[in-house]
Structures are given as structure tokens and as C-alpha cells.
């Protein structure tokens, strides 16, 4: 019996390559846009060479993936889930797609749906969280489309280009999940 | 301004950690799992004397080398020095003004009585000196002294995080509280009227 969980009609997740995705990375780290969308830290340009031992540690320290288009087999972000705590099934969700070619498409949305499948089905999740900053209004619909629940704000956590603005929590139990995606 | 002390209100003082006999005096009160859960983000559980001293040595390097992004305070009765408790401002990002409370009281005499006026000596801290523009707190949904506690001095329910923490055979939600500058500032004039 194969069981591919890892692969959806556009994208799949892979296992990161310490060859080549540090090189990748420290470029998407560039694209100071994609960088105030993925992180509340004040952005960097990243080098290839701190990537490589940063993604080392993202990979002991979550369940860390590449994501491919299945088309045209080009990496063009990263989808992750960390901070798991397996006494209470929680784990929290990290995606970003740093080839912006990709914005938009539905390419995020299926990684994600993917890598919750993984969580819930295979971890054994019963719920999983994350939070995004207010003004990345394309995350926050895609994380409704695909069942997420806002769960709170943090009024005005974050400062940028002298504005302050709100972070939202937003969480999926698993009940949640398993209504919008029953089992084959 | 200046002279009003920041290390003391009327019957508290905050003090440095005494690595010799705080832990031995915190250690019992680990057996208060609520207690447990504020000391530390691992799992709650009692802790042996030598644990909560590598603790507060590690959190002391910790302070030495993140130039500031954690404050920790020991919470002493003025009138015989005895240890009460602990303040903790934690996660300062310095970029937004942001930064995470963590409170308790162990020593059996004063809890459920003193957890008001450490919080003063915190939030007037954390918005007088370290200059931060909002603080959140973590409360598990069971515990309502703490609710009752952050709700009276101000702070706001933000964040429901939906069975997030497990006890009692049960499941529970893990709440944030916030207050903004703006709001304790105006809720101590209210309260100087």
C-alpha cells in the first residue's frame, strides 16, 4: 500500500536539500515584502551560508517542508509545523511562498491543506494555530478558505512604516477540519 | 517623576533573585501545578530545589546576553524581606514596544491578597521604564483569580485560543489578555482622581 499524503494537484511537499534551498532562501530573504508578510522580526538579507545552519535547525526542530509545483518541479516556498505539543495536539503553522510568481494562485492554500492533513491525520492534531499580521490580507483569506477561525486579535502588536497594526490569532480543530475534508 | 521609586509600592519590593535561598523557598510551591505553570513554559510540574536554580542562572546569562529582552523580579514583603512571589517581562521585541507578563504568588499567606499590587509595580515598570508600548499576559481559561486579576487592572480579553491547554481530565482555552499604554496611563488617572 503507497500512501502519498504529500502530494496535491498542484504542489508536494519535499524535504528541504541542504545543497541547494539555503542559496534559495537567502534570495527569496531579498524580496523585502515577502519578508514583512513572513515575520514580525525586524527583516535581514539573509547569506546562504546562515541559511544552511538555520535550516538545519528548522528541520530538528519542525516537521519542515520544501514545496514543488508539480508542472514545472520548481521549489517556491517552504510550509511547517512547529512549536508542537503533543500533551494537548497543538502545533503551529509556518507558510511562505518566496517565489512571488506563485501569489495568489491557490499554490499556499494546497500546501497548507496538505500539511494539515499530515498534522491531523498522521500526528494525530486536534488542533492547529497561527497568527499573521493584520495587513497581509491574502494570508488571512486563504487561511478562512481553507477553515481557519479567528480566534483574537492582539491589538497593535506590530509597528511598520510607522503604523501600528494588529496581529490575528486564528486556529482549525480537528472536528473542523474533518468536516470540510471527510476521509476517502 | 524620577523620584517616585519603580522597586517598591506600599508593602512590596522587587529584589534580584537570592540564588542560595529563593529556590529552596519556591521549590514547595511547584506542587501548586497553577504555580508551575507561570514558573516555566515546559509542562507543569514540581521542581526540585537544584532545577529552579539552574533556572534562574540560566535566565540570568539569558539577561547578560539578549541585551534586555527579559526582566525578572523576585517579590519580597517589605516589612521581613520574606519572598512572596515572582514578575517576569518576557519576548521584549524593543521594534514594536512589545512585550509578555508573567505573575504568581506562592507564598500561601498572600496568595489571592497580593497579586494587585505586584501587577502595579509591573505594569509601571514595564510602561515607565522599559518604555513599552503594550503587554499581554497568558491565562488558562480555568484559572479565574487570574482573570478576575488582569480584567480589574485594566487589561483586555484578545485572544481565545480554543482547547489549548488540558487539566482536570478536561480541556480548556488559553486566553490573552492585553493592555495598551494608552489605557493604563488612563485608567492611573482615573484613579489618582
Redesign the interface.
Known amino acids: 500500500m503507497t500512501i502519498d499524503t504529500f502530494t496535491g494537484k498542484l504542489v508536494r511537499l519535499i524535504v528541504p536539500d541542504l545543497e541547494t534551498d539555503p542559496q534559495r532562501t537567502a534570495d527569496w530573504s531579498r524580496d523585502s515584502e515577502y519578508m514583512r508578510l513572513y515575520d514580525?522580526?525586524?527583516v535581514k538579507v539573509l547569506s546562504a551560508q546562515s541559511e544552511k545552519e538555520e535550516l538545519e535547525k528548522r528541520v530538528a526542530r519542525n516537521l519542515w517542508f520544501m514545496i514543488q509545483t508539480l508542472n514545472t518541479q520548481q521549489v517556491i516556498g517552504e510550509v511547517s509545523l512547529g512549536g508542537i505539543d503533543h500533551?494537548?495536539g497543538?502545533a503551529w503553522l509556518g507558510i511562505g511562498i518566496g517565489n512571488r510568481d506563485f501569489w495568489g494562485k491557490g499554490y499556499g492554500t494546497e500546501a497548507t491543506r496538505l500539511i494539515l492533513g499530515f498534522g491531523f491525520r498522521e500526528l494525530n492534531l486536534?488542533?492547529v494555530?497561527l497568527n499573521v499580521i493584520a495587513y497581509n490580507e491574502r494570508a488571512i483569506h486563504a487561511y478562512e478558505k481553507i477553515g481557519f477561525v479567528v480566534?483574537?486579535?492582539?491589538?497593535?502588536?506590530?509597528?511598520r512604516c510607522g503604523r501600528?497594526w494588529d496581529v490575528i490569532?486564528m486556529?482549525i480543530?480537528r472536528e473542523e477540519w474533518e468536516a470540510r475534508n471527510p476521509p476517502d | 517623576m524620577l523620584q517616585r521609586p519603580l522597586f517598591e509600592n506600599a508593602r512590596l519590593r522587587l529584589a534580584a533573585v537570592d540564588l542560595k535561598n529563593d529556590p529552596v523557598i519556591e521549590s514547595p510551591w511547584t506542587y501548586d501545578l497553577n504555580y508551575a505553570r507561570h514558573f516555566n513554559a515546559s509542562?507543569a510540574r514540581p521542581l526540585a530545589v537544584f532545577e529552579i536554580e539552574k533556572f534562574y542562572k540560566e535566565l540570568q546569562d539569558k539577561q547578560r546576553e539578549n541585551a534586555g529582552s527579559l526582566f525578572n523580579f523576585m517579590i519580597r514583603l517589605k516589612e521581613d524581606d520574606r519572598l512572596l512571589g515572582f514578575i517576569r517581562i518576557m519576548e521584549v521585541?524593543w521594534?514594536?514596544?512589545?512585550g509578555w507578563l508573567a505573575l504568581a504568588i506562592g507564598e500561601p499567606a498572600y496568595k489571592g491578597i497580593i497579586e494587585a499590587e505586584a501587577l502595579e509595580l509591573a505594569l509601571n515598570y514595564a510602561f515607565e521604564e522599559l518604555n513599552l508600548?503594550?503587554l499581554?499576559v497568558d491565562v488558562a481559561g480555568y484559572d479565574m483569580a487570574a482573570i478576575q486579576l488582569y480584567e480589574g487592572a485594566g487589561f483586555?480579553?484578545?485572544?481565545?485560543?480554543?482547547?489549548?491547554?488540558?487539566r482536570d481530565n478536561r480541556?480548556w482555552d488559553h486566553l490573552?489578555y492585553?493592555i495598551?499604554r494608552e489605557e493604563w496611563q488612563q485608567r492611573a488617572l482615573e484613579v489618582a482622581k
Open positions: 514580525t522580526d525586524p500533551r494537548v497543538n486536534r488542533r494555530s480566534e483574537g486579535t492582539s491589538r497593535k502588536s506590530i509597528l501600528r490569532y486556529g480543530l | 509542562p521585541q521594534v514594536h514596544g512589545v508600548f503594550r499581554t483586555s480579553l484578545e485572544v481565545r485560543q480554543r482547547e489549548m491547554i488540558y480541556f490573552h492585553g495598551l
